[in-house]
């Protein structure tokens, strides 16, 4: 099959590696795929892509030769020019836009543009029942494709240099990934949980990382030991498995959480919210410390349990690389996206 996937732009986030991820697994079957965006660049992703920068997504500028069998709108804004070929059009859905407040001022036209009776591709149970709830079981079509970790790239620690770090006496290495900004990301309560745990008596170095400077708020809330901005996955690989523990404090319209991911794929003790897509990834709920949304005191509670607990880190850094390595493999998702897009409505 000829897909296309449509991008607004090919810069570095969560949300286009997924994309980048899904085009690299649905390739090695065999497929031809590329990708189409209007702005950004590519160059930080580790592995190759195909990839045109267009001055227009719609088919009137892009089809001048065959069209695609399938076009893939990746964000909201893209479905739209999805519905100009004459190929089949599906949303990728790796979260809901509307809910995120920043979005409020916009929420009217995403609305309409998730009403359009494309199917969807949603990443989870919790992204599919909150479109049903919103619009209805009868609206579109919707498929559960699950989501990929780049394993390649986020992996352990070899064992004798995880226990290298164990002999030399340092501080508590505490990662937190994302936007401060970002209110469904709750970094502040992440940062909270850290203060609360400095004064404690914990001697705690603290790691942060987001594509967004650091900004002045973040600044004067809290010291922080390092700051990483808009890194490759390359280097934040070796951030996590540097890291002591990672946390997570989002909130339940959460799209997926990758940096939790990827810190369980890393072997990172981690503590997270329990939230909806947080929960997903096992159904055993072991992979991690989970604590209630909006409470510093749980996660400095769950910190110093895991700081404190030889036994607990020994087991979730074993815990976390399996879950991620059963549950979120590209080939999964690949197999499970070729025959949604010839037509399999059983998937």
Known sequence: MRIWYLLESADLSGGVRIVFDQARALKRLGHSVAIKALTGDHRWYPHSVEIEYVSDLAARHLCSGEEPDVVVATFWTTVKAATTFHSSAFHLCQGYEGDIPEYSGLRSKIEETYAFPIPKLTIGPWLTGRLQELFGVRRFPIFEIGQIVDVEVFRPLPAWEKAMQ???????????????????????????????????????????????????????????????????????????????????????????????????????????????????????????????????????????????????????????????????RPESVADKLTSIFRGDRQC
């Not at 159904?283 to 005191?297: I, Q, R, S, T």
């Open 166 to 328: 164990a002999i030399v006496p340092r501080k508590v290495r505490i990662l937190i990934v994302g936007i401060y900004e970002s209110s469904v990301k709750a970094i502040r309560d992440s940062l909270e949980a850290v203060r609360v745990l400095r004064a404690k008596g914990f001697d705690i170095h603290l790691i942060r990382v987001s594509p967004w400077a650091l900004s002045k708020e973040e600044r004067e809330l809290i010291h922080i030991d390092e700051y990483h901005e808009n890194i490759p996955p390359g280097s934040l690989a070796l951030i996590y498995r540097g890291s002591d523990i990672f946390c997570t404090s989002s909130l339940k319209y959460e799209g997926f959480g990758l940096p939790f991911a990827e810190a369980l794929a890393c072997g990172v003790p981690s503590i997270a919210t329990r939230i909806p897509s947080h929960l997903s990834f096992d159904p055993l709920h072991d992979y991690a410390c989970f604590v209630p949304e909006k409470n510093p005191a749980a996660i400095a509670d769950a910190a110093d349990r895991i700081i404190r607990d030889r036994r607990l880190r020994r087991y979730l850094r074993k815990r976390g690389p399996e879950v991620i390595g059963r549950n979120f």
